[in-house]
């Protein structure tokens, strides 16, 4: 994905491109003191809550398969 590599640089024109828990990163460069405890706090809740969207599936919701991939 374009954008995914520049972690370290801020660059409002790849967010489009970015996954959540690249954008959430991106936060940084917005706040005015990144080290701040509350916002860690924040962030890593976020990046977490980001990370489980980015799956197909998180809940494991629908019918389970029939076959294993080994058997198919």
């Known amino acids: 994905m374009k954008g995914c590599s520049m972690k370290n640089e801020y660059k409002p024109e790849n967010f489009p491109y970015m996954m959540p828990h690249l954008l959430v990163?991106?936060?940084?460069?917005?706040?005015?003191d990144p080290l701040d405890q509350d916002y860690l706090i924040?962030?890593?809740?976020?990046?977490e809550t980001a990370r489980c969207a980015e799956n197909r599936n998180p809940f494991g919701a629908g019918r389970p398969e029939r076959f294993t991939p080994r058997e198919k």
């Open 25 to 32: 990163e991106q936060l940084d460069y917005l706040v005015k």
């Open 42 to 47: 924040l962030k890593k809740r976020l990046i």
